[in-house]
C-alpha cells in the first residue's frame, strides 16, 4: 500500500508564475489535508477537504491560494502569482476518516516550492 | 486557540543516553496527541498517537505519555542511538469535528556517537 505521494517534490518558479502542487492520498483514504512549513517555522494547517468539498480553509491565505479535491485524480494546491514569500514546504496527509481519536494523519514527503 | 510549545528547540545528548522530549498545549479538550520524526529535508514520519483516553502509547524504544489535565506530553527514548538524530514534532487535534493538526516548533535532536 503506497503512502501519499506528493509532486513534484521540488518546484522553482519565478515571481508572478503558478504553482500547482499535487497530492494523491494513501489508497482508501478520503480525506486531504495541506500543511505548510515556512523556514524557522512549525507546520501550519491550510485547508482540509473531502472528495469534491472544501471542509475547513480557515489556514488558507485569503487572496492567490486554492485548493481542490476532485472526484477522480489528486488533490491540488493551487498558488496563482507566486512571491518570495511562498516559499516553504507543503506537505500533504490523508487519513480514511474524521471520526474517531484513534485516527492518524499520514503525511506525504513534501513538496519544496523556491520562489526566484 | 491552541498553541503547542516543544522546549528547548534543539538538544545534543551522548549515545546511550536516555531522554525525554517535553511537549505542552494550552487547550486540554483534545482528541489525540501525535509524535513525529521529521529528517532534514523530508517529510514527516508517524511515531506514536496517543488518544485523549489514554495514558500512553509505547513503540519499541520510544514511550509517549500524556497527562491532558495539565496539558503535556513526554516522548521517552530510551538508549539513544545516533540514528535518533532528528527533529521531534508533537501535534494535537482538537475534538469534535475539527480535525487539523496544530504543530509545536519542533525539537532538533542530535545524538553523538
Known amino acids: 500500500n503506497a503512502g501519499v505521494m506528493q509532486n513534484p517534490r521540488h518546484l522553482v518558479r519565478r515571481r508572478g508564475q503558478e504553482a500547482r502542487l499535487r497530492c494523491s492520498p494513501m489508497?482508501?483514504?478520503?480525506?486531504v489535508y495541506w500543511y505548510r512549513q515556512l523556514p524557522e517555522e512549525g507546520l501550519k494547517f491550510m485547508v482540509y477537504l473531502q472528495k469534491e468539498n472544501i471542509i475547513d480553509e480557515s489556514g488558507m491565505p485569503k487572496e492567490r491560494f486554492s485548493a481542490e479535491f476532485p472526484k477522480e485524480g489528486p488533490s491540488i494546491l493551487r498558488i496563482q502569482q507566486v512571491v518570495r514569500g511562498d516559499s516553504a514546504a507543503y506537505f500533504c496527509?490523508?487519513?480514511?476518516?474524521?471520526?474517531?481519536?484513534?485516527?492518524?494523519?499520514?503525511f506525504g514527503p513534501g513538496t519544496r516550492l523556491t520562489v526566484l | 486557540k491552541q498553541e503547542v510549545t516543544q522546549i528547548p528547540a534543539a538538544l545534543s545528548v551522548p549515545e546511550g543516553e536516555n531522554l525525554v522530549l517535553n511537549c505542552s498545549f494550552t487547550d486540554s479538550a483534545i482528541y489525540n496527541l501525535q509524535w513525529f520524526r521529521q529528517d532534514p529535508g523530508k517529510g514527516l514520519t508517524s511515531l506514536l498517537l496517543?488518544?485523549?483516553?489514554?495514558r500512553e502509547q509505547t513503540s519499541g524504544r520510544l514511550n509517549a505519555s500524556l497527562d491532558k489535565s495539565s496539558g503535556r506530553s513526554t516522548l521517552y527514548i530510551a538508549a539513544s542511538q545516533p540514528g535518533d538524530s532528528a527533529t521531534y514534532l508533537c501535534a494535537v487535534r482538537p475534538g469534535g469535528a475539527n480535525s487539523k493538526l496544530t504543530f509545536g516548533k519542533g525539537i532538533t535532536l542530535s545524538v553523538r556517537p
Open positions: 489508497k482508501g483514504h478520503s480525506h
Open positions: 496517543i488518544q485523549s483516553s489514554q
Open positions: 496527509a490523508s487519513s480514511p476518516r474524521i471520526d474517531g481519536p484513534h485516527n492518524e494523519q499520514f
